[in-house]
C-alpha cells in the first residue's frame, strides 16, 4: 500500500475536524432560528419581520422568533448579528439605513461590507408623506408654501437617524430648497404616535407603518415617495408631480454573519424565496405597499450597492451627522 503523500495526510487529519460541520450544515436547522428588527415593536420593518416569520417556518421546518433591537440609527441591531455566531441561527432584516449608514456614521463597529452575507431582498416599497387628518396641509403644494412662510418650523419624525423615513425628508428639503427640522425617534410606532398627536406637523412613513391609519381616518396620505403608483394607495400621486426628480423607497432584505455556511444561506434563501411566495405572506402585505421582490442572494448585494452610491450625495448635500 503507498504511503500517504504529505498532502493526503493533511486532508486525512482535517477530516474529523470538517465532518461535525458539514453534518451540522447538512442539518440546518435543528433549532429555532431568530430575526433580529433594529426598530422598536409596531413599525413597518416590525410588521414585516412578523409576516416573514409566520411564513418562513414552514419552510424551514422551526419556528422562526423576532428579536427587536432598536436604537442608533438600527445600529446596535445591526451589531448584534455582525458579532453572532455565523451559524445561520441569528439573521438580520436591514432596510435603507443599512445601505446609508456608512456615508453618515465615520465610525461604525462593523464593516458594513465585509460583516454580512446577503441571503435575500425581500421587497421595495414607498414611502408616503402623511400628516395628522386635522391639519390645514391637504397636498404637497401647501405643505411647500407653509414650510418657505415659516423657515424651520415644520417638523417631520423619522423612525431614526439615516433610515428612510430621515432621508425622504432630507431629499424634500434639499430639492424644494425648504428648511424643515427633523425630529428623530427609536421607532415608526413611537413616531406615528406623536404625529397622531400633533407633536410634529408629518412624516415620510413606510407604508407598511401607516396603511391602517390612512384607510381608517386618523392620518392623512398627500404623497408617494416611489416613482411607481402603489395599489395600497390607490389614486394618490407622487411627491415628484410637485418636486420633479424626487424619488425614495424603502427596502428589506436579510442578511447573515460573514463566515455562515454556504449551504445554510442557500437554505435560508431557498425557503425565504419560497414564503414570499406564499399566499399567506402576499396576502398579509399587499395592503402595505410592499413590492415583493425575492431572488438570489446576489441580487441584494447589487441592489444595496447600487443604493449606496445614490444616496452617499444626498448624505453630503444635506450634511447629515451621526446621532
Keep these: 500500500?503507498?504511503?500517504?503523500?504529505?498532502?493526503?495526510?493533511?486532508?486525512?487529519?482535517?477530516?474529523?475536524?470538517?465532518?461535525?460541520?458539514?453534518?451540522?450544515?447538512?442539518?440546518?436547522?435543528?433549532?429555532?432560528?431568530?430575526?433580529?428588527?433594529?426598530?422598536?415593536?409596531?413599525?413597518?420593518?416590525?410588521?414585516?419581520?412578523?409576516?416573514?416569520a409566520e411564513a418562513i417556518a414552514p419552510a424551514l421546518g422551526q419556528?422562526?422568533?423576532?428579536?427587536?433591537?432598536?436604537?442608533?440609527?438600527?445600529?446596535?441591531?445591526?451589531?448584534?448579528?455582525?458579532?453572532?455566531?455565523?451559524?445561520?441561527?441569528?439573521?438580520?432584516?436591514a432596510t435603507f439605513a443599512h445601505a446609508v449608514n456608512p456615508s453618515v456614521q465615520p465610525r461604525l463597529p462593523y464593516d458594513t461590507d465585509r460583516a454580512f452575507a446577503p441571503v435575500v431582498l425581500l421587497g421595495r416599497s414607498p414611502n408616503v408623506l402623511v400628516v395628522p387628518a386635522r391639519s390645514p396641509y391637504r397636498d404637497v403644494a401647501a405643505?411647500?408654501?407653509?414650510?418657505?412662510?415659516?423657515?424651520?418650523?415644520?417638523?417631520?419624525?423619522?423612525?431614526?437617524?439615516?433610515?428612510?423615513?430621515?432621508?425622504?425628508?432630507?431629499?424634500?428639503?434639499?430639492?424644494?430648497?425648504?428648511?424643515?427640522?427633523?425630529?428623530?425617534?427609536?421607532?415608526?410606532?413611537?413616531?406615528?404616535?406623536?404625529?397622531?398627536?400633533?407633536?410634529?406637523?408629518?412624516?415620510?412613513?413606510?407604508?407598511?407603518?401607516?396603511a391602517q391609519q390612512v384607510k381608517d381616518g386618523p392620518l392623512r396620505a398627500l404623497a408617494l415617495t416611489s416613482a411607481e403608483a402603489s395599489p395600497a394607495f390607490p389614486g394618490l400621486a407622487p411627491v415628484a408631480a410637485t418636486i420633479p426628480g424626487y424619488v425614495a423607497e424603502s427596502w428589506y432584505?436579510?442578511?447573515?454573519?460573514?463566515?455562515?455556511?454556504?449551504?445554510?444561506?442557500?437554505?435560508?434563501?431557498?425557503?425565504?424565496?419560497?414564503?414570499?411566495?406564499?399566499?399567506?405572506?402576499?396576502?398579509?402585505?399587499?395592503?402595505?405597499?410592499l413590492r415583493v421582490v425575492g431572488g438570489a442572494p446576489a441580487a441584494l448585494a447589487d441592489y444595496v450597492r447600487a443604493e449606496q452610491a445614490r444616496w452617499r450625495d444626498v448624505v453630503r448635500a444635506a450634511n447629515i451627522k451621526p446621532e
Excluded at 66 to 89: C, H, L, M, Q, S
Excluded at 145 to 167: Q, R, W
Design 1 to 52: 500500500m503507498p504511503r500517504p503523500t504529505p498532502v493526503s495526510r493533511r486532508l486525512f487529519l482535517a477530516l474529523p475536524l470538517a465532518a461535525p460541520t458539514l453534518a451540522h450544515a447538512a442539518a440546518y436547522p435543528d433549532r429555532p432560528v431568530k430575526i433580529i428588527a433594529p426598530f422598536a415593536p409596531g413599525g413597518g420593518t416590525d410588521i414585516i419581520a412578523r409576516v416573514l
Design 143 to 210: 405643505l411647500l408654501a407653509a414650510a418657505k412662510a415659516k423657515p424651520g418650523e415644520l417638523t417631520y419624525g423619522s423612525f431614526g437617524n439615516a433610515t428612510s423615513s430621515h432621508l425622504a425628508g432630507a431629499l424634500f428639503g434639499h430639492l424644494a430648497r425648504v428648511d424643515i427640522t427633523h425630529i428623530p425617534y427609536r421607532g415608526s410606532a413611537p413616531a406615528v404616535t406623536d404625529l397622531l398627536a400633533g407633536r410634529i406637523d408629518m412624516m415620510f412613513a413606510t407604508a407598511t407603518g401607516v
Design 63 to 93: 419556528a422562526v422568533l423576532v428579536d427587536n433591537r432598536p436604537g442608533a440609527g438600527t445600529i446596535i441591531g445591526t451589531e448584534a448579528v455582525a458579532k453572532a455566531a455565523p451559524d445561520g441561527y441569528t439573521v438580520l432584516i
Design 253 to 289: 432584505g436579510l442578511y447573515v454573519p460573514a463566515g455562515t455556511p454556504a449551504e445554510v444561506v442557500v437554505r435560508l434563501n431557498t425557503a425565504a424565496n419560497q414564503a414570499l411566495r406564499s399566499e399567506s405572506f402576499q396576502r398579509s402585505v399587499a395592503e402595505e405597499g
